[in-house]
C-alpha cells in the first residue's frame, strides 16, 4: 500500500478520535466547573484539549510512519506539544473562536492563515524532533506542511459558508492527503540518496 494511502488512514482515525476525546474531554471540563470565562481555566481548557486531540492525532500520523522511519516515537510528542501550543494560543487570543462575523472572503482568508499557522507550528516541532537528522532534505516537510493545512482551511471555510459546519472535515482530509503524499515524497527520495 502507498505511503499517502496509509498517512491518510491512520491520520484520518487518529484525528476523529482526538476530535471525539477532545469534545469528550472539553463536555467533562465544564461539567466540574470549568465553563467560565476567566482566562486561565481558558487556557487550561485548551492546553488540555489540544494536548489530548494531539496525542490522538499524533499517534494516528506514528502507525503510518513507524515502518518509514525506524525510532520515530518523538512524533506523537512533537504532534501533541504543538497541538498543544495551538490549541493554548487560540484560546487566549479568539477565546470565543468565532469568525463568523466576517465577510465570507475575509473568512476564507482567516482559514488560509490561521491553517497555515498550525501547520507551520506543528510540521516545525515535527522535524525539529524527528525528521531533521534522518530524512534528507526534510526541512520543505515545514513549508509543504503549511501549504497544505493553509489550503485545507480555506476550504474548509469556504465550504462552511456555503454548505454549513458539516464539511469541515473536507479541508483537513484535503491537508492529510497532501501532506501524505509529500512525507512520502520525501521518504522514496532519502532512500535513493
Same mark, same amino acid.
Given at each position: ?13 487518529? =484525528?476523529?478520535?482526538? #476530535? ?14 470549568? =465553563? %467560565? ?8 481548557? @485548551?492546553?488540555?484539549?489540544g494536548a489530548?486531540? &494531539?496525542?490522538?492525532?499524533?499517534? &494516528?500520523?506514528?502507525?503510518?510512519? +513507524?515502518?518509514?522511519?525506524?525510532? %520515530?516515537? +518523538? ?5 501533541a506539544l ?18 463568523? @462575523?466576517? /465577510? ?8 488560509? #492563515?490561521?491553517? &497555515? ?5 506543528? %510540521? ?7 525528521l531533521r537528522? +534522518?530524512?534528507?532534505? =526534510? ?5 509543504? @506542511? ?9 476550504? %474548509?471555510?469556504?465550504? &462552511? ?17 497532501? /501532506? ?7 521518504? +522514496?527520495? =532519502? @532512500?535513493?540518496?
Amino acid at each position: 500500500m502507498a505511503f499517502w494511502i496509509k498517512w491518510g488512514i491512520f491520520s484520518s482515525i487518529g =484525528s476523529g478520535a482526538g #476530535v471525539l476525546l477532545w469534545v469528550s474531554v472539553g463536555g467533562v471540563m465544564e461539567a466540574v466547573g470549568f =465553563s %467560565s470565562q476567566e482566562p486561565a481555566e481558558v487556557a487550561l481548557q @485548551s492546553a488540555i484539549v489540544g494536548a489530548v486531540f &494531539g496525542t490522538c492525532f499524533g499517534l &494516528g500520523q506514528w502507525l503510518a510512519l +513507524r515502518r518509514s522511519l525506524t525510532n %520515530s516515537k +518523538r512524533w506523537i510528542l512533537a504532534t501533541a506539544l504543538g497541538y498543544t501550543l495551538v490549541f493554548l494560543t487560540a484560546g487566549i487570543l479568539l477565546p470565543g473562536g468565532e469568525v463568523a @462575523s466576517l /465577510s465570507p472572503w475575509l473568512q476564507i482568508t482567516a482559514g488560509f #492563515v490561521l491553517g &497555515g499557522l498550525i501547520g507551520l507550528l506543528v %510540521s516545525f516541532l515535527q522535524w525539529w524532533l524527528v525528521l531533521r537528522h +534522518r530524512v534528507a532534505g =526534510s526541512a520543505i516537510w515545514i513549508l509543504a @506542511s503549511a501549504g497544505a493545512w493553509a489550503l485545507g482551511f480555506a476550504i %474548509s471555510f469556504a465550504l &462552511g459558508i456555503w454548505f454549513g459546519d458539516l464539511t469541515f472535515v473536507a479541508g483537513p482530509m484535503v491537508a492529510i492527503a497532501v /501532506s501524505g503524499i509529500v512525507l512520502g515524497r520525501l521518504f +522514496r527520495d =532519502s @532512500s535513493e540518496s
